[in-house]
């Protein structure tokens, strides 16, 4: 029997391709500075402090595998560090904070050592993922707005 392969036309993508192609329009979208502070929180135990540390320690190294990395100049829209975030939770009104890499709290930051900053970070104008909340419970949360520079 003959098991020579198949030829592929040149315009057929492969399965990484397309992965690829889904990712840029949707996904998470991390900055170098992010991804170096997201790992520098990680490794000194930055998120001690947050409800469910081995959770948010978890979710945040997912969040490092899964999202892409994006190149300077940063879209207007992305939500990164230092960047006011306007979001909507399910079931609430809208609400907005700079997003810190800052493990202490500060008034007006969301820290990316919780759920929420955790989720936000990374996510694009008008996008909509789910929100594990401490609780348990899974909420949505959509992001508004981003302001390219906190004020």
Not at 37 to 49: A, K, N, P, S
Not at 72 to 87: C, K, Q, T
Not at 90 to 106: C, I, K, Q
Not at 133 to 138: A, H, L, N, S, T
Request: no cysteine.
């Amino acid at each position: 029997m003959f098991n020579a392969p198949i030829p592929k036309p040149s315009h057929y993508e492969t399965f990484r391709q397309r992965v690829r192609r889904a990712t840029s329009r949707r996904g998470y979208f991390l900055t170098t500075k992010d991804r170096r502070g997201i790992q520098t929180l990680l490794d000194t135990q930055g998120t001690r402090f947050a409800a469910n540390p081995p959770m948010l320690q978890g979710f945040l190294r997912h969040k490092l595998r899964i999202s892409a990395h994006v190149d300077e100049p940063v879209p207007s829209d992305l939500a990164i560090s230092g960047r006011l975030v306007s979001y909507m939770i399910s079931g609430e009104g809208a609400r907005s904070g700079v997003l810190s890499l800052d493990p202490l709290p500060h008034p007006g930051n969301i820290l990316v050592t919780s759920l929420l900053g955790a989720t936000l970070i990374g996510m694009r104008a008008l996008q909509k993922v789910p929100l594990l909340r401490e609780d348990g419970q899974i909420d949505t949360v959509v992001v508004l707005d981003v302001s390219p520079n906190a004020t």
